[in-house]
């Protein structure tokens, strides 16, 4: 097994329908991973410096979240390569603290978070209502993006599919 | 839309959402801030066992998921009609004060911080965590980051999890502290007091030295004359955790104290008929519109409001804090927005020192830590006090303990119509005849970041929660979107 430890970070509100999807993913993902891989789940509900503190230690981290966009497709899934760079723009409340600005802060003041940081992100349908489950298209597409994430990731082979996006 | 590469993709719905509209000069008639509907949530509890709800309330918000579930234990008591043992309640306390110490930190330095320490009027990129760093230091940041981390751990211990803790059951909590926990935590406790002593200094030094800053904070701008909400104990002193919800008028004369139980006989909710959310009022005042004075029952809660509505702080260190904030206010009740900042500290000075004052307490060990329920439930209310404001929980049970209703009023929905008054006489600044002035969102910012307000929303990895603000015409036709 590999010495260099990975976080696979599932990042959702998993009493709010899709936005559980990063949840279900990483879940998924560690279960194939276990016994196999030096890799670790985290479930997080919360970004900014509360994840970062929780990936201190870690040398590289996957981060799989819910997204919305204009013209996505729910189902469909984005590769992210963070660049980390200086945060623009103050935040106006605490939820807008993300990922970046924290990576950023933590490398600034020399805590020990990863070096390699990559974000999976699943066009979802409803992230918003109260609920439990995940919605058609979205529960759907969480084989496929676990399969590519296995390979791209960890070097895993499964059945081939196609990245979107 | 932006693409995906560094730049975030926004999600809207409900999120951060400032609707301004215009009278038929083009000069700002009205402005609302937008917060999630609550009561998807509150039907979705429907039918669950009330136990549950420590468990389900945190998962409202990944930020402040302590305070539900504290407000939420409180209330399972109080369904049950059980009174947990001293020791159960101490811990409790124990755990709400320290999510409130580091989570004022975490706004003081992240958030509100950078306005003052690095000027409101510096670039936008130098006007954040990164800005306050290099104004005081490498080592400041380390601080910041090393007292959080040490009492997100202790919480950890205690709770189990800090984000959704296993903690609080109807009658006490699930678990107790050991003596070697105990000297461990009063460790942490000790260097949290330490650094909210140097963080009040720092505003000291870097704030009220500057006579700029001082005018800021007590300038018109950002100033409204509201009732004020807060818990007191039997000294009318701030508490976070427990005793009587006390209002003071805008004069700081006492209006009302009353049990939680009762405050429904107090406590309204207007409803305008183009939104979903509503704005809690003073009963006994009447709604009278967004506008602030002793006739209006628009009142405020979280750190200004709790300090207005106390006539002090329990213990000495933040007890000082006080009279010296209130002495550089003008004396009391104070009513600049901005000032919210300084009361988070004196806020946080106060929980660690509550802390320190628990963890010293022997008491604060003992096993007995739970009393069984043997009432049959009925209706349970709870306040508690979370960081940004007065929290609460009402729960109707059937004979089995089933929900059959949920009432929930959090921080944000009280500030919901302040929230939206100080976005309006930012707007008023801004925008003239029409036009939106690119420093807009700045100033609107500035009030609302006082606020901080907390909304029930999903989680984000590279996405901000976005902050739009949508100008509308007197038809309500959409003129003008500025958005961050």
């Known amino acids: 097994m590999e010495t260099i430890e990975s976080a696979v970070v599932g990042l959702g509100n998993p009493i709010r329908k899709d936005d559980a999807v990063g949840l279900v993913v990483a879940r998924a993902v560690c279960r194939h991973l276990e016994g196999k891989r030096n890799a670790h789940l985290i479930e997080a509900t919360s970004c900014g410096l509360h994840l970062i503190e929780r990936l201190v230690g870690y040398g590289r981290a996957v981060v799989i979240d819910a997204i919305q966009s204009d013209a996505g497709v729910p189902g469909e899934y984005y590769r992210i390569d963070v660049q980390a760079s200086m945060a623009e723009e103050a935040p106006a409340m605490t939820h807008q603290i993300g990922l970046l600005e924290g990576l950023v802060l933590a490398r600034r003041i020399g805590m020990d978070v990863p070096a390699y940081l990559r974000v999976y992100a699943m066009e979802v349908a409803d992230p918003h209502s109260y609920g439990e489950g995940l919605t058609e298209a979205v529960r759907l597409a969480v084989p496929r993006l676990t399969a590519v994430i296995l390979s791209a990731e960890f070097g895993m082979q499964s059945k081939p599919v196609t990245l979107a996006g | ?484």
């Open chain 2, 1 to 484: 839309m932006k693409t995906i590469t560094v730049n975030p993709i926004t999600r809207l719905e409900g999120h951060g959402k400032i609707e301004i509209c215009l009278d038929d000069t083009g000069n700002v008639d009205r402005a609302f801030l937008q917060i999630p509907e609550l009561r998807g949530f509150e039907t979705f509890c429907l039918g669950r066992p009330a136990e549950e709800m420590p468990r389900i309330t945190p998962r409202i918000c990944g930020v402040c998921p302590t305070a539900h579930h504290l407000a939420s234990s409180k209330c399972l008591d109080d369904l049950w009609k059980v009174e947990p043992p001293p020791a159960a309640k101490k811990l409790r306390e124990l755990a709400n004060s320290a999510f409130m110490n580091e989570d004022h930190f975490l706004h003081f330095f992240f958030l509100g911080g950078p306005d003052f320490v690095v000027g409101p009027e510096a670039p936008a990129a130098e006007r954040n965590i990164l800005g306050v760093i290099q104004k005081v230091g490498m080592e400041i940041a380390g601080k910041v980051i090393r007292v959080r981390r040490e009492v997100r751990q202790m919480l950890e211990t205690m709770m189990g999890k800090v984000i959704h803790p296993l903690f609080g059951l109807p009658g006490g909590v699930s678990r107790g502290i050991t003596e070697e926990e105990r000297q461990q935590f009063l460790e942490t406790a000790n260097f949290t007091l330490e650094f909210s002593q140097f963080a009040l200094q720092l505003f000291e030094d870097v704030v009220l030295s500057k006579q700029a800053y001082v005018d800021l904070i007590l300038s018109d701008a950002y100033t409204h004359k509201t009732y004020y909400m807060g818990l007191v104990d039997e000294d009318n002193h701030v508490n976070f955790y427990d005793g009587m919800v006390r209002v003071v008028d805008p004069e700081g004369l006492e209006f009302a104290k009353f049990h939680p139980r009762d405050y429904k006989e107090h406590i309204a909710e207007h409803v305008e008929p183009w939104s979903y959310v509503t704005f809690p009022f003073l009963k006994k005042v009447g709604w009278k519109g967004f506008v602030a004075g002793g006739e209006s029952g628009v009142y405020r809660v979280a750190p200004l409001a709790r300090l207005n509505a106390a006539d002090g702080m329990a213990t000495p260190l933040a007890q000082a804090a006080y009279e010296q904030f209130f002495d550089v206010m003008g004396g009391k009740p104070a009513h600049g927005t901005l000032a919210y900042h300084w009361a988070r500290l004196v806020e946080a000075l106060y929980a660690a020192e509550r802390m320190k004052e628990l963890l010293e307490d022997p008491e604060i060990t003992s096993t007995e830590i739970r009393t069984l329920p043997t009432q049959t439930p009925d209706e349970g209310v709870a306040i508690t006090e979370a960081p940004r404001g007065t929290l609460i929980h009402n729960y109707w049970t059937d004979g089995n303990g089933i929900l059959t209703q949920v009432n929930l009023i959090v921080a944000t929905n009280h500030n919901a119509a302040p929230i939206a008054m100080s976005v309006e006489k930012a707007a008023k600044a801004m925008i003239k005849d029409g036009e939106v002035s690119e420093g807009l969102l700045n100033m609107v910012e500035m009030a609302f970041r006082s606020y901080d307000p907390c909304h029930a929303c999903a989680t984000h990895a590279l996405g901000k929660m976005p902050l739009e603000a949508r100008v509308y015409d007197k038809a309500h036709r959409l003129l003008h979107v500025c958005r961050k």
